[in-house]
Every structure is written in C-alpha cells, then in structure tokens.
C-alpha cells in the first residue's frame, strides 16, 4: 500500500508540474510579464506554500526551530539538491537578469536572516522589515518586467486565454499539494516497512519529498526550454522562504530559539546556506550553460551536508 501510495505521489507530483509550468508560460505571456519574473514570484510562493504553513504552526506551537530549520534544510536543497539534479538531467541557460538581480537579492535575503537570527530572536519588526522587502521588490520586478517586454515563449502559448492559463496554474499548484504528500507519506511508510532509521529518513526521504515541488517543477520547466522558470523558481522560492515564510512567521509570533538551536543555526547550517549561495555566483557567470559538472557539484555538497548530519545524530 505504502508503495502504490509513493508511486502515485509521485505521479501526481509530475502532473502538477507540467500543468502549473503550462499556466505560468500563459500568464507570462498574456500579461507581458517574464516567465522568469513568474518562476520567482507565483511559482515560488507555490511551492514554498508548504514551508509557509509547517514554520507557521511550528512557531505558534512552541517550535521555533523547526519553523527555522524548515526554511534552512529547504534553502540549502533548494540550490544543492534541485538544481543540481535538475541540470544534471536538463543543462540550463542562465539569463542576465538572474545574474544581476535575482541572485544578489537571494544572497541579500541570506544575510537579513543572519543578522536577525545572530541574537536568537526574530522579532515582529524584523519580520516587517523582511516582508515589506519582498512586497517591494516583487512589484518593481514585475513592473520592469512589463516595461521590458522581453518574452522568450512559444507563441502558440498566447492564444489560450488568461482565465484557462490560470486555471492550469491552480490545477498544477493542487497536484503540488496532495502529489507532495502521497509522495512523503508513502516513502515514510515504504521506508518503516524497510526498517530503515527513522534519523536517516528524516533527512533524506522527507527532505526530497518535501523539495518534491521545486525538483518536478524545475526539471518540467527545464525540458520544456523554459529555463528561466526553472531558475527563477528555485531563487525565488529562496527568497520567498526567508522574506516570507520567516517574515510573516515572526509578525504572527516572534521566533525566539534556544541557545544550543542558535548555535547550531549560526555554526554550521547558515554556513551551508550562505557558502552555497556564494559558490553559486561563479557557476553562473563562467559557461555559456548551467551543465552537468555544475550540478554534480552541487549535488555533492548536498550529499556531503546530509553524511554529516546522519552521522553526528547516528
């Protein structure tokens, strides 16, 4: 049963990536925005919607450091696990404005969130601060988006009709959700049928399962010669989790961690977060493409990360 339920996650989960890919192609393109300007904004706050609800009711319940390692584990898979596998499987051109704008801001949001966690609380005003960024900086995207108008879409695309693209948005984001889910729960269970640690479950099955939605949407977008969604969605769903997962989080109630959570945070998982972030500048300015090499590096440093985890809590 545990099986079936994994396959049919899984199944669910690439449906919902074509269809939300599809949608977002169509609104960019009825509304005159970048496809890359919706992977950064609607797609992201998609599939980072999950994130949003877990830190939520981490916070409100007394776990402040799941609402912040939720956001962390998924940043740091985000860039090492997703893209990696994605260009491993689909090399991506990379476009000038992910360079000169979207990356800077993703690195920007890195270090807000480490000056606000550096003292162990993540107050209400640091949250406005966070999520006022990120209103500002969406709408002068998708304003000079617009003013640009420099779309790269199929122009078969255009003729459907913005209430259908929506629709096929909604329909993809729906099959994120549940596909997401099935996919989680069924490994969950494949894997206790295995008797396999529940430690090391945690870290593997469940972190995939819970990037799910960024890897099938990224590597959808990327076989349908829609890099720049595919792109644009995994540093927008970076930005997104901290400027508004970690943001809104803290107006609702202010993050407040224990010192042995602080330290683990600030001495060894922002490391990871920040480092990769950096390592990720060069890898997209040397190269006409985001290749291969460049993804096994990156899925590597992931496979590293996750070796010392299990092996410091085996």
């Avoid at 599809?22 to 509304?31: D, P, R, S, Y």
């Avoid at 007394?62 to 940043?75: D, K, T, Y």
Wanted: glycine residues 10%; charged residues 15%.
């Amino acid at each position: 049963m545990e099986f079936l339920l994994l396959i049919l996650g899984l199944s669910v989960l690439v449906a919902g990536g074509e269809f939300l890919v599809k949608g977002a192609v169509g609104i960019a393109t009825n509304l005159e925005i970048s496809p890359l300007v919706i992977g950064m904004t609607v797609v992201s706050f998609g599939t980072s919607a999950p994130e949003l609800l877990v830190s939520l009711q981490a916070a409100t319940e007394g776990s402040p450091e799941i609402a912040v390692g939720n956001v962390i584990g998924s940043n740091i898979a985000n860039l090492a696990l997703v893209l990696g596998v994605t260009v491993l499987i689909f090399p991506i051109i990379v476009e000038r404005q992910t360079k000169l704008i979207d990356w800077p801001m993703m690195l920007l949001s890195t270090l807000f969130f480490y000056v606000f966690l550096f003292d162990g609380v993540i107050e209400c005003w640091e949250g406005l601060v966070l999520f006022s960024s990120l209103v500002i900086f969406v709408t002068w995207r998708i304003r000079k988006s617009r003013k640009d108008s420099k779309l790269k879409i199929d122009e078969h695309v255009g003729n459907e009709s913005t209430l259908l693209t929506f629709g096929y948005l909604i329909l993809g984001l729906i099959g994120l959700y549940f596909g997401s889910g099935w996919f989680v729960e069924g490994a969950v269970g494949t894997a206790d049928y295995l008797d396999v640690p529940k430690g090391v479950v945690g870290v593997t099955v469940v972190a995939f399962g819970t990037s799910a939605p960024e890897l099938v949407v990224s590597c959808v977008a990327a076989y349908r010669k829609q890099s720049d969604i595919s792109i644009g969605t995994l540093l927008g769903s970076n930005i997104f989790n901290i400027m508004a997962v970690i943001g809104l989080t803290s107006i609702v109630s202010p993050i407040e961690l224990s010192e042995a959570g602080v330290r683990q945070f600030l001495n060894f998982d922002m490391y990871w977060v920040a480092g990769i972030a950096v390592a990720l500048l060069p890898m997209l300015y040397f190269g006409a493409k985001f290749g291969r090499l460049k993804g096994a590096v990156l899925l590597i440093s992931y496979l590293v990360y996750i070796s010392i985890i299990v092996s410091a809590n085996m």
